[in-house]
């Protein structure tokens, strides 16, 4: 299990979310990993948003790969995470929350949960209710003995019919055997006008070309022809997102097309993921004017319909049918000092604690209850907003709702704020069961901690004398830096290393990584710093990292070999018994180059000139991981993932040795192992089974069948599924990938074939 940080919705912060089984082949024709897919969702996110924005998701999930079974999936899950938008709707059996995902994050979690195909209906939501239909699509089916040849013939007669009455198509190839035609409607109209006008079109073109197309459902009138489905525009029916990837043998994807494309019958053929996101990087969205943007707050750039904050309460709760108080009313702020804590005996009994904030009720799910004492840390879940009238709310929620069982108030009382950030609340409990000093504090995602807090145990860790040991490395939140100035911000490179605290104490080096484990002896050379700086008491964040001759970090020579790792410092925290906590980074980064002129193995990084584009610019010059900014102003804030901190990372390119590949029936490989050279030895580093042309790819694989071999060429250890179905070959045929990062066991994060460098023939 691993945590990544992918971009929030417009105006909030990044968003950690949790990944698991990134190696998992979720395609086992071209060996298509789980990684690949939330990589590939990642990426792809602007150009799918505003086909998803506002629209209920539908998800089709394969667990365990394409070659098992699937899914689908309507009601998100009680364990999603807090933050996914959500709205609810009522079906002929059931009452059905769907997700409504408006970030990176959100592709990313649809990504982690194996929901290969995302579907959506033509409609949006409009507040809680279903809304007007904004596009008309047809779905184009090819029945036997048809093929994509005819699918295009159709799809250009929809074209120049809805151009009769001046509307403007645009295709979409489906990704498994058809085409997509979407229509925006200038004015959006009910679903079953949509679907009026839908079959009116498919009707006229099936009396104009009656052996080439069919309105009709029935299977038995489809051979030879294409079906022109029009129903999809049904309020009930979805179809697969443009862009989302499908199900199939290969790892293909809704793409959308350029009207030559389709008059390019001959040529024309559906399109892997890769492709798809190639394209999008060249040409841009092609469906750019088919939905247009929802209405977006101008404070917060988020759609207008999120302003409530009692949107998602409502969503999940049906007044018709709970005791519970749901007001149609914007809340109002009242007194602002109130809280209860409620006993609630739901399928899992725990403590519904309840802070009156901005309006509303910020709510916590304690399931042990609020500590007693402060050795005691209580894991608490932040839940949705809650009214105000919950502040008297005690019953009985009914079966089958949301949050069903027996709820009593335990205590309430008024509290005293010392505290109130979005990662951390402090107040102080005045009620007749709990009263004193808590803090909440957020470790991940809707994951915080409950702590009962005493007056000493209130000041900073550093605040007096005593050397502070085990502080946590401040983090940088993920978004675009390119429009940043130099006259608010410092811009620094990103490398490749492992994050790393660095104390030195009477003499004493102590390396403490990111999660605080001491790993001192793994990085032997930092033991000069205590040498160079021999009657400082310091404390220093950096990374350690084994740089190349050029000067750059090599992630796969610090795997193979951490012992040859440097100390590359970003910040100080403490010198000499002064927390530097609360200053300013100017001023800390004045400490740290004073500090950095007395310890010549200490490499401080340097500052990128210019502004965020250049540091950008110069970042992808020198073939750097990325650019972290930091504002000039920024204090430190030891474990915390802050807004003043931002980084972003470049696609980057390496050259590698393809030490063999895995074997497919159907294609010439399903990909090919890579390695890169170190000390005369090659270190696997992933697998590569995207980016190769079909005849490419069997000029590869014709390459590597005169060099197989018996046994591994990888001094490094393989997982049993990396070696699974590996046909090894003599080290001899380089090319070039494209990848995002280095994932935390030094593999390579999303890679692309960009190319063959060299072969042995």
Request: aromatic share 8%; with cysteine.
């Amino acid at each position: 299990m691993v945590r990544r940080e992918f971009r929030g919705a417009p105006g909030e912060p990044a968003i950690e979310v949790e990944l698991s089984n990134l190696d998992k082949v979720l395609y086992p024709e071209t060996g298509t990993t789980k990684g690949e897919v939330i990589a590939y969702y990642s990426a792809i996110t602007d150009a799918a948003l505003p086909h998803l924005a506002g629209r209920p998701v539908t998800r089709k999930r394969w667990p365990n790969g394409v070659d098992h079974s699937d899914f689908f999936e309507k009601n998100l899950p009680e364990h999603a995470p807090a933050w996914i938008r959500r709205s609810a709707l009522e079906h002929s059996s059931r009452r059905v929350v769907y997700p409504l995902i408006d970030s990176e994050a959100g592709m990313a979690w649809l990504a982690q949960q194996a929901a290969l195909e995302i579907h959506v209906p033509q409609w949006r939501f409009d507040a809680d209710e279903r809304g007007p239909a904004t596009r008309i699509v047809f779905d184009l089916d090819p029945g036997p003995g048809a093929g994509l040849a005819e699918c295009a013939r159709v799809a250009l007669a929809v074209r120049d019919m809805v151009a009769d009455i001046g509307m403007r198509a645009f295709p979409v190839t489906s990704g498994s055997k058809g085409i997509h035609v979407y229509v925006p409607l200038e004015r959006p109209v009910s679903s079953r006008g949509a679907s009026t006008v839908a079959k009116q079109v498919a009707a006229n073109l099936e009396a104009l070309h009656p052996d080439l197309v069919t309105a009709t459902m029935a299977k038995s009138a489809r051979k030879g022809k294409v079906f022109l489905d029009w129903s999809q525009n049904n309020a009930a029916k979805t179809t697969i997102a443009p862009y989302a990837l499908r199900g199939r043998a290969e790892p293909n994807a809704a793409a959308p097309r350029a009207w030559a494309e389709i008059e390019d019958s001959d040529t024309l053929r559906q399109l892997r993921f890769d492709e798809v996101l190639a394209r999008w990087k060249t040409d841009g969205d092609l469906l750019a004017e088919l939905d247009p943007p929802l209405p977006t707050d101008a404070g917060t750039g988020r759609p207008t319909a999120d302003r409530d904050s009692l949107t998602k309460y409502r969503s999940m709760r049906d007044a018709r049918r709970t005791p519970e108080p749901v007001p149609e009313t914007t809340p109002e702020p009242g007194p602002g000092n109130r809280f209860v804590i409620q006993e609630h005996h739901a399928r899992r009994l725990h403590w519904d604690v309840r802070l009156e904030h901005d309006g509303v009720l910020a709510s916590w799910a304690v399931p042990k209850g609020p500590p007693t004492e402060p050795k005691h840390n209580r894991l608490a879940v932040r839940t949705e907003d809650h009214p105000l009238e919950y502040l008297h709310f005690h019953g009985t929620i009914p079966k089958g709702e949301y949050g069903a069982g027996e709820m009593t108030i335990w205590d309430s009382g008024t509290y005293v704020t010392e505290k109130w950030r979005s990662d951390e609340v402090i107040v102080e409990l005045d009620g007749e069961r709990v009263s004193g000093r808590y803090a909440f504090i957020q470790t991940k995602g809707d994951q915080w901690l409950m702590h009962y807090m005493r007056d000493q145990f209130h000041r900073e860790p550093v605040a007096d004398k005593n050397f502070p040991h085990g502080l946590a490395p401040m983090l940088a939140s993920a978004d675009d830096i390119e429009s940043l100035t130099p006259a608010d911000w410092a811009f620094e490179t990103k490398w490749d290393g492992f994050r790393v605290i660095v104390e030195i104490h009477d003499g004493t080096v102590t390396v403490r990584s990111r999660a605080g484990n001491t790993v001192t002896a793994r990085y032997p050379r930092l033991a000069a710093l205590g040498e160079e700086l021999a009657g400082h008491q310091v404390v220093l964040d950096g990374e350690a990292v084994v740089l190349d001759a050029a000067g750059l970090s090599d992630i796969s020579a610090l795997q193979a070999d951490s012992a040859r790792a440097v100390f590359v410092a970003f910040d100080v925290l403490y010198l000499d018994g002064t927390s530097l906590l609360r200053k300013k980074y100017t001023d800390r980064r004045t400490v740290l180059e004073a500090l950095g002129r007395l310890s010549p193995s200490m490499h401080v990084t340097a500052l990128l000139a210019g502004s965020g584009a250049d540091a950008m610019a110069a970042s992808r010059e020198q073939g750097q991981e990325g650019v972290v900014a930091k504002r000039l102003d920024s204090v430190y804030q030891p474990g915390k993932r802050s807004q003043t901190w931002l980084k972003q990372r470049n696609w980057r390119s390496r050259e590698v040795v393809v030490g063999g590949w895995r074997r497919s029936d159907k294609r010439p490989f399903k990909s090919l192992l890579l390695g890169m050279p170190h000390e005369g030895g090659l270190i696997y580093v992933g697998r590569v089974g995207t980016g190769f042309g079909d005849e490419q790819a069997r000029r590869i694989a014709a390459e590597l069948d005169g060099l197989r071999r018996e046994t591994s060429p990888f001094t490094n250890e393989m997982t049993a599924d990396e070696r699974h179905d590996a046909q090894w070959v003599t080290p001899e045929l380089t090319g070039t990938v494209r990848f995002q990062a280095w994932t935390d066991t030094g593999r390579l994060w999303h890679p692309v074939w960009d190319g063959v460098t060299s072969s042995p023939r």
